[in-house]
């Protein structure tokens, strides 16, 4: 018998593991059940959904570049077939920077979705949630925005996911639709944020107004465009805005936080962020071979020669658009001796200047992950839309005023400095700034080119005026693109979306 | 045996003396051999030198038995001494072979069980004991994940993927310890494969890949005995490949340029460098192992000590690693039985990234892609002492040679694993075993990128990154085991219960900004910009029973028949217990009164099984709706913010394979000739798939939301032949031969759609390379049908170049007939899948020399030379063959498009290879010290041994290796072996190894 009280231990020894209900707890890891308890946690997922937009596969590069290569102020120095398709207007559906910012634009909204419905979770006043409500709002028509113009009509989401099914298998909504959607949400916005914000990067209720009169503006509603316009300029004490007097300012990381104009700008700060999650616009705009901003630039966006040879060289803002000089291995070189790196693609060209001149600090070499807060929004567009929304409303005074202002600014001259650091000062524009007698659409649109220039706003002019024709025929300044249509004004769904989802149609021509 | 061994009494009786010794035909002392008087208790064993000693009466019947050998009687007359030798059993049949919760004798086996050998697992030195498998066993493939590289994880796979997305790597159990890391070669007894359901169904939720059961070696009775192994080996890269050299290369880029219109002549640098010789070195390999091992009546034991040391082919890059194991047993009362295993290792791999994992983004850290690419006509050091670049081409990258000396990349690996079973004879026939496990290994890799790496980070004066993790695993299994006879049958009944608890904890913290290269990864609180850390935690649970019920009718009806049901933490709230039964028959034929005294079948049994097998497949915590953390920016400030992951799954579930097995194992001639035939069908329903699934404009974070949508089959023929042919004499020669066939089809996916993945690198221009489409193989290759130069005027029928081709530009197949080349025009274009692998192995002995000549091989599959891409794009070297035979216009007769073409980097049938190959995977030779030298020296066995590895290839490949293994740089590369197959991309290549062995037993 002895024996047995072994086995006596070995059945106590193995009874100690016990049994388990094998329900899950995860530690460490967020879930949704019981997140949302006070306004700092709806601020929390609203932080998210800003975040979206500063990744590399939305405006840290890949919406930001095809935007720009798009247009015709940007032409392409690389060979990668993602980006030609762009630039040539040879676009698939299986575009390689399409299928990035897509999903990362719907995670944007995603993110606004889940803090509007979480906010209902939160028991606070309205007077103290709806303020922090409202930016997800307004980020959530800020996404859509975008959407719309690119696609058309899309998949419109307003709340967390909840039948997937029916969600998986919907049709995309119409571009009107999506529109109507985009402005109550912007009014909600407008109705409850503050007139200022400790930051740009913040929506005010200027951005929500100013957002509406550019959403009017491309809807052709030059009424409630210019009316939204009007209301920011008139209030500008009360929002705190104004034109900034050096136009370097607007580009210069140390100086841009505090300047008056930008309106709404992408919170970008030096830090390498996990999932590429920060700026690299500078290094895909820069020069190769540049001895500034710890290895140059990768050079694939580069404005052909035109865009500098008919820029008049009175306008200050031409200095501080473009780098016709630059330090290359030590060497002071003009653009037309740029090729001295010897690289392939290195272009004699002036090359983009806006975000490699003064990037500020940034945390990886080739000045990525800058902390550069690129303006969305700034006071001078506004004072351009209502000067568009005039002109198209007859009202030839108003038109004259708004557009003369940021005429008036980008002649004053200015202090800046070349690529190789070399100390510029333009003198005033001996042209004289102001527009008399009529302004046309098309002078309007001349100045947005100029004055947002290398701003990813060029494309969206070019495809809501429909002047694709004009500038990418045979005298644009890229030449001719033979491989446009106006089938380009809209891009292509993702062709892996539309098989996900086989009741999505695709745009014509694609 | 072990009851043999504890119910022989050792008290002799009155008599004459006999003494003697026990040796095998080769004159080797056998130790431990049972020298037992016929019908009595009485009798000893033979001690370390083979020698007993018995007294016993004239007249009586001495029997020596010993396992493994074929037993001999013999009467004493009048002699004192009594020398035996005793002569190998070639029944192999009655081999011992481990299964699931117990052993079967190999005759009675009714799965699909393939045993590797020890001596098959050290013919020559190898990092992981995984790597020998290769070509040893039908039906199982095995794969490093890069190459040769020092300390590559190896892939083992066995009947296919039987999965997408999940894991299809085989449950590896470690002297029952589930999940248990793998023991040093030299210190495994044997390898048991377990491949159709009735074998694995016993591990039911985890069964279906297959099960690898790994049993190290015990002590045994009898005199200490010590053996020292030794290896030292020399490796070298199997192959180069010729690139340009410098004024070549100026020439190519010229060309290039003026192909392109650029005027601005390529700066030719003054340096000729071949990088790839820059990077390998003659590489060398030392492995040292001494183990002793003994016992007495009570007790016996095993340890071990093994140091392995590479340094690998590519600069810089290495491996080390100490590893200690202890078995010891204890019959503690005759019922009563202790034992303990632990296992304890350190290993430290030492840094090279050859290929990448997508973590550096810019500036590039896949070295051996790097030596290809980068331009010969740049020194090492430019005047200034710098590293340099590649900047005058393409995405500007630090070069090789920088890349593999100056990165740190550190990797320290502490296992330990402690199992102690008790085993309690209840009754005679009933048996009680528990055992309990505990498992922990801690991992921590740090990485620093020098600023001396301008483009990596030069900029940030500096990156560092430290991650730590530590999983350990808690086991307890206990079952019972009833054996009884019925009538002319034999009946043994197993029932248990099994619990399991895995815990992950991981940690990574991160810097950029260092005063100092010097401070390498350790002073992480002096970086000017600290990066976002991070910590986890994952538990799973596992609780499952288990049964089991063996048959054995007259020794001629097998019967088998499993089931286990598996619950566990992961499993989503609705689906959370799984039950998988099995069940097999057999049939001896040849013990069937027809052929029982047949002269030439000496052995045929028939084999049939049907079960059910699961895929756990699904991670902790990944059915449950969840947020994800992203590091924002508020006002200039980071701050915590949230956005959604994944929704809620609570129907998904694992994934399910159902096998049938049909096989017949032969033995002739006396069983000199055996050969197994195998044929299995597995269905696997209920595939997880992800990423496609759900339309992106939900907006989760998480590409891996989930559905049990996908349906695969795979179905194949194993054959095993082993045949001796010589036997007698001083001459012997044997052969192992394996092949297996493996055909995969996919059955189902979400609605049926193709279902497209990306294997190559972001810069490519597409992001498809491989599709699954329902109806064929997994992971075809999917591209442009290259349908050879453009020769300018009008295109030939049925093709087309991109958009703006001229001449000198590719055609590809215009697959719509829309006379332009859009996506619609992408096809597949390739099938990695082999048709068959094989295996082909002959050993030859003459007295004390023994040769064996290794062949492995594949036949059939497909690879994608995404290399051969990248070097012939443009911004990178070049082969000398591409660029001598590129169409110019006065070389318009040739299959290779114009250099810069308009197609760079696209994914077509250009780059499609046959990856067919065999390969001289070992030929070794060994002498065994005459035996006389040898106890001369006092020594027991004294062997030399000379391998080589990999020494002959034959193949059409032009890439460096038809043993490819590239998953992807960017995301693709978690699971991604199931579907991406046959890419080639800047992999780690295959070594050629020359070993020197010597082993003495003392």
Known sequence: MKNFKYFFILLLGFSMVGCSDLVEEPVGLLAPDGFFQSTADIQTAVDGAFTHAINEKFWGRKLSIALMLRSDMVDLASNETRRVEHNEMTTLASNGMISEFWPKTYQGIAAANQAIAGAELVNAADAIKNPVTAQAYFIRAFYYFHLVRQFGAVPYIDGPITDAEAAASMVRTPAAEVYANIISDLEYAKTWLPNTQPSRAIPAKSAASSYLALVYLTMGDYQKAYNEAKEVIDNAGTYDLALEPNFQNLFDASKIDASKEPIFSLDYNNVEAPDNAYDQIAPMTGIRGDDRNAGGGWSVAVPSLAVYETWPAGDYRRAVSLDDEASIGGVVVPYTNFVISGHQFAKNQPYIAKYTRFPGAFARGNARATSSNHSMMRYAEVLLIAAEAAVELGDNASATNYINQVRARARMGGDTETGAGTPVTVPPSTVPADITGTVTVADVLEERRYELAFECKRWYDIARRKIGAEVFGASGLEGAKPDFTTDDYLMPLPADEIERNTNLSQNPGY | ?1002
Do not use: C
Not at chain 2, 452 to 481: C, M, P, Q
């Open chain 2, 1 to 1002: 045996m072990v009851i043999l061994l504890f119910s022989v009494s050792l008290f002799a009786q009155d008599g004459i003396a006999v003494s003697g010794k026990v040796t095998d035909t080769g004159n080797l002392p056998l130790v431990g051999v049972n020298v037992l008087i016929a019908n009595t208790t009485t009798g000893t064993v033979t001690d370390f030198d083979g020698n007993y000693q018995l007294k016993v009466d004239k007249g009586d019947e001495l029997v020596f038995s010993y396992l493994g050998f074929v037993s001999q009687s013999i009467t004493i007359t009048d002699q004192t001494t009594l020398n035996v030798t005793l002569v190998e059993d070639d029944q192999v049949l009655d081999q011992i072979v481990v299964v699931g919760y117990g052993s079967v004798k190999k005759s009675d086996v009714t799965g699909s069980v393939s045993s590797v050998k020890s001596e098959e697992l050290t013919a020559f030195p190898v990092l992981d004991a995984a790597q020998a498998l290769q070509g040893r066993a039908a039906g199982v493939v095995v794969q490093s994940n890069n190459g040769g590289e020092p300390g590559a994880p190896i892939n083992i796979k066995i009947r296919g993927n039987t999965s997408i997305s999940a894991n299809s790597s085989p449950l590896i159990v470690v002297d029952g310890f589930v999940g248990g890391s793998m023991p040093q070669a030299n210190d495994i007894e044997s390898m048991e494969i377990l491949k159709d359901a009735s074998a694995t169904a016993i591990y039911g939720s985890r069964g279906s890949n297959g099960v690898v059961l790994v049993t190290t070696k015990k002590g045994k009775s009898g005199k200490l005995s010590v053996e020292l192994n030794s290896t030292y080996a020399v490796q070298n890269t199997a192959n180069k490949l010729d690139l340009l050299n410098a004024s070549e290369f100026a020439d190519y880029q010229n060309q290039i340029r003026a192909n392109n219109d650029v005027s601005t002549p390529y700066p030719q640098g003054t340096a000729d460098t071949d990088w790839q010789d820059e990077i390998y070195r003659t590489g060398n390999t030392q492995n040292h192992q001494l183990s002793v091992s003994g016992g007495s009546d009570k007790m016996n034991f095993y340890v071990s000590g093994n140091y392995f040391n590479q340094d690998g082919i590519v600069v810089n890059s290495g491996f080390e690693r100490a590893t200690f194991l202890s078995n010891v047993d204890a019959q503690v009362s005759d019922k009563l039985k202790l034992g303990l295993n632990l296992f304890g290792s350190r290993g430290t791999k030492d840094g090279v990234t050859t290929q990448s994992d997508g973590s550096v983004t810019v500036g590039g850290d896949d070295v051996i892609s790097l030596a290809m690419r980068f331009a010969p006509d740049k020194p090492i050091q430019d005047e200034n002492g710098n590293f340099t670049t590649n900047d005058a081409i393409g995405d500007e990258v630090d070069n090789p040679y920088a890349v593999a000396t100056e990165r740190v990349d550190e990797t320290v690996s502490d296992d330990f694993r402690a199992n102690v079973y008790a085993n309690y004879d209840i009754l005679e026939s009933l048996t009680f075993k528990t055992t309990f496990g505990l498992s922990s290994e801690n991992e921590t890799r740090g990485i620093y990128q020098p600023s001396t790496l301008k483009i990596t980070a030069g900029g940030v004066g500096g990156r560092a990154r430290v991650t730590d993790a530590k999983r350990t695993s808690v086991l307890s299994e206990n079952y019972l085991t009833y054996n009884t006879d019925i009538g002319k049958g034999n009946l043994t009944l197993l029932g248990g219960y099994s619990y399991q608890k895995n815990t992950t904890e991981a940690f990574a913290a991160a810097g950029t900004g260092f005063l100092s290269d010097a401070f390498s990864y350790y002073a992480l609180g002096t970086a000017t910009n600290p990066l976002q850390p991070a910590s986890s935690l994952s538990e799973v649970e596992i609780q499952s029973l288990f049964g089991r019920v063996n048959f054995d009718f007259d020794n001629k009806y097998l019967l088998t028949a499993t089931v286990r049901r598996d619950g566990a933490s992961n499993f989503a709230a609705n689906n959370k217990y799984a039950v998988f039964p099995s069940a097999a028959l057999g049939w001896k034929i040849s013990n069937e009164d027809f052929l029982i005294n047949s002269e030439t079948i000496s052995s045929l049994k028939l084999r049939v099984s049907y079960g059910a097998t699961g895929n756990p497949s699904i991670s902790p915590y990944q059915s449950l709706s969840r947020f994800a953390s992203l590091y924002a920016s508020r006002n200039g400030q980071t701050v915590f913010a949230i956005t959604p992951d994944q929704p809620a799954n609570p129907d998904l579930k694992w994934e399910t394979s159902y096998q049938t097995n049909f096989g017949i194992d032969l033995g002739l001639i006396d069983n000199r000739i055996n050969l197994s035939l195998d044929y299995y069908n597995i269905d696997t329903k209920d595939l997880i798939l992800g990423n496609n699934g759900i339309p992106e404009y939900f907006g989760f974070a998480s590409d891996e939301i989930l559905t049990n949508l996908g349906e695969i089959n795979n179905s194949g023929i194993e054959i095993a032949l082993n045949s001796k042919n010589i036997v007698d004499g001083d001459f012997r020669w044997s052969t192992d031969f394996n092949l297996s066939k493996n055909k995969n089809e996919v059955v189902a996916l979400i609605n049926d759609a193709d279902l497209f993945g990306n294997a190559a690198p972001s810069y490519f221009s597409h992001d498809r390379s491989y599709v699954l489409r329902v109806g064929e193989e997994v992971g075809l290759f999917w591209g442009y049908d290259y349908a050879g130069v453009f020769q300018g005027g009008d295109a030939p029928a049925g093709t087309q170049t991109l958009a703006g081709g001229v001449a000198g530009d590719p055609l590809f197949v215009d697959v719509d007939g829309n006379g332009e080349i859009t996506e619609a025009d992408r096809t597949i274009i390739g099938n990695p899948n082999p048709d068959f692998t094989f295996g082909f192995t002959n050993n030859f002995s003459y007295r004390n020399f023994d040769l064996s000549i290794f062949f492995q091989g594949s036949q059939g599959g497909d690879i994608f030379n995404m290399t051969n891409v990248q070097l012939n794009n443009g911004d990178a070297n070049t082969t000398r063959d591409y660029f001598n035979n590129a169409w110019t216009p006065s070389n318009t007769n040739t299959d290779q498009p114009r250099v810069g073409n308009n197609s760079n980097r696209e994914i077509s049938s250009r780059f499609v290879e046959d990856g067919s190959y065999i390969r001289l995977k070992n030929l070794a030779l060994g002498y065994n010290l005459p035996l006389g030298v040898v106890e001369s020296l006092g020594l027991q066995n004294v062997r030399f041994s000379i391998s080589a590895q990999n020494l002959l290839t034959f193949t059409d490949y032009s890439g460096l290796d038809p043993e490819v293994n590239y998953f992807g740089a960017s995301g693709d590369n978690n699971t991604s072996s199931n579907t991406v197959q046959g890419f080639d991309f800047g992999n780690y290549p295959t070594v050629k190894s020359v070993n020197f062995n010597l082993n003495v037993k003392f």
